[in-house]
């Protein structure tokens, strides 16, 4: 689990810094940053999203929407966040806090999505070794830092989600090695991806996507892979 904890105390640690000293920085770079900081996040999708079979991407994504839909997950996500903001901020403290919600489910979608921390909590979790996950604790606590000078404290408390998603996976790593194939982690990551460069749409205003509601296409590889085992 020292891996998983350092990844979480990265973010909390660096993303707590950078809301604090993000007044510091002049409003004009804090601009410039904020527009270039979606590009960028829609460039790590792109690379992710082509991974993987495009058709169980594909398939898996529909099928998952239609699930995230009728369980209106984007609502009780951000319910969530919405709770926790109530908890701990209090009401017009803060301007930037005001997307507290967008901010908590957005990085908590961009640190948790993505084949890094999969693979790195299952190394963790079946021989100990945390090189991955320290290299991602790295990667997210620079981008943690970045995203809260602009976007406020719900980036801080995505820490908690990722502590919680990164620790699980690494509890279960011994359970979970052999359903996690090299195409099931594939086929992941491009769903990832898509979620990913979906996020760095909504942060420019593209269209307001309801990402957390494709959460559960996550599932539909394993669940491929298990047919396609039976089959064979």
Known sequence: ?????????AVLILSFLGYRLGHKIPKTFQETI?????????????????KGDTIVIIVSLVLGIIIGEALDIEGAVNKLGIRIKKFFIKEGSDSKNANFVDAFVTSTLLFCMGSMGILGCLDAGISGNY????????IDGITSFIL?????????FSSLSLLVY???????????????????IANISGIGGIMIFA??????????????????ALLFPLIYEF????IR
């Open 166 to 184: 990164q620790g699980t996976l690494t509890i279960l790593a011994g359970f979970l090695a052999p359903i996690f194939s090299e195409s099931v």
């Open 199 to 216: 996020i760095g749409l909504k942060m420019l205003d593209v269209k307001d996507f309801k990402i957390a509601n494709t959460l559960p």
């Open 227 to 230: 047919i396609i085992n039976l």
């Open 34 to 50: 904020l527009s270039f900081i979606p590009i960028s996040i829609s460039m790590i999708g792109i690379n992710a999203g082509l």
């Open 131 to 138: 090189d991955i996950l320290f290299a991602k604790a790295s």
């Open 1 to 9: 689990m020292i891996g998983v904890i350092a990844n979480a105390l």
């Open 148 to 156: 809260a000078t602009t976007m406020g404290l719900g980036v801080v």
